[in-house]
């Protein structure tokens, strides 16, 4: 099982500020099968970011991700307000699928 | 437009049993693999289980084998989750998600979720 490591916990920026997110997993992920998701309180959850660095459906240019192998970032350019929730790391493509700890940015 | 809508969640006794609903709409239900995702109050989101095409591959993260049952029915669109000798630590909000195409085990798509409380 791959196991996925947030950090940090809790990220404090102000509008306008610039957001990196970091994953890393307990071991290789094949081909790049890591994807971030969204998620605003009392919401489901929302895919960002799949393939490592493919942005999904809607989602805005300010969000770019990157990495392979065991290191992932996520990067939030310039923070808008609706940014600020839970972020979530997930490797996919074998079982078992397991999602990081999540990130909170506030 | 696609839709998730979950069912069946409620409080149940440890060592109880429930099966929760996905009734699934706005897309080709029977061409897509299925998932359900559970988060515990407060906490991230854990894996829990998916099923393939024809419900002819299962799989189930370790914590549930055994006693979770994920099938589909493709002429109701819907998606099941049977959930027996539930413990305190089965207590969470269950998703039911969509696989994404172009990333074969993520997921596009998300229901709202429902929550099933386990408890004396």
């Known amino acids: 099982e791959i196991v996925l490591t947030q950090s940090p916990g809790t990220l404090s920026l102000s509008p306008g500020e610039r957001a990196t997110l970091s994953c890393r997993a307990s071991?290789?992920?094949?081909?790049?099968?890591l994807a971030w998701y969204q998620q605003q309180p009392g919401q489901a959850p929302r895919l960002f970011i799949y393939?490592?660095?493919a942005r999904a459906t809607g989602i805005p240019d300010r969000f770019s991700g990157s990495g392979s192998g065991t290191d992932f970032t996520l990067t939030i350019s310039r923070l808008e307000p609706e940014d600020f929730a839970v972020y979530y790391c997930q490797h996919y493509g074998y079982s078992p699928i397991t999602f990081g700890q999540g990130t909170r940015v506030e | 437009e696609v839709h998730l809508v979950e069912s069946g969640g409620g409080l149940v006794p440890p060592g109880g049993s429930l099966t929760l609903s996905c009734a699934a709409s706005?897309?080709?239900?029977?061409?897509?693999?299925m998932h359900w995702v559970r988060q515990a109050p407060g906490k991230g989101l854990v894996w829990v289980s998916r099923i393939g095409l024809f419900g002819t591959t299962t799989h189930y993260a370790d914590s549930v084998k055994g006693r979770f049952t994920v099938s589909r029915d493709d002429s109701r669109n819907t998606l099941y989750l049977q959930m027996s000798s539930l413990r305190v630590e089965d207590t969470a909000t269950y998703y039911c998600?969509?696989?994404?195409?172009?990333?074969?085990?993520?997921?596009?798509?998300w229901g709202q979720g429902t929550l099933v409380s386990v408890s004396s």
């Open positions: 071991q290789s992920v094949r081909n790049n099968a």
């Open positions: 998600t969509r696989d994404f195409p172009g990333a074969h085990d993520a997921s596009d798509y």
């Open positions: 706005g897309f080709d239900f029977k061409s897509y693999w």
């Open positions: 393939g490592a660095s």
